[in-house]
């Protein structure tokens, strides 16, 4: 059974920075997978953060333009561990912070308070 398990997130001002990461058991190709970080307001929809894909010796990332530029994603095969490093954080950052593999399966959320 593949589990999920975020961690790093908290409280903290507008301009400051938070590193999240999430941890993939269970997983036997985990490096083959895209992985990546969804997220989701008080009254919203769950939405796209961003993902990262390895091909060969290649990470290829995609990322929301809400946080492109300020937020960087990364992943450490051999440790089947997904980072999100969040910079410059706004208080529209707000929100319960989801880990995702290949789509299907989700982490338990990991709540990110920005405050102004």
């Known amino acids: 059974q593949v589990q999920l398990v975020e961690s790093g997130g908290g409280l903290v001002q507008a301009g400051g920075s938070l590193r999240l990461s999430c941890v993939v058991t269970g997983s036997s190709d985990f490096t083959l997978q895209t992985v990546g970080w969804y997220r989701q307001a008080p009254g919203k929809t769950r939405e796209f953060v961003a993902d990262?894909?390895?091909?060969?010796?290649?990470?290829?990332?995609a990322y929301s333009d809400s946080v492109r530029g300020r937020f960087t994603i990364s992943r450490d095969n051999a440790k089947k561990t997904l980072f999100l490093q969040m910079n410059n954080l706004k208080p529209e950052d707000t929100g319960v912070y989801y880990c995702?593999?290949?789509?299907?399966?989700w982490g338990q959320g990991i709540q990110v308070t920005v405050s102004s």
């Open positions: 990262i894909m390895t091909r060969g010796s290649r990470d290829i990332r």
């Open positions: 995702n593999r290949a789509t299907i399966d």
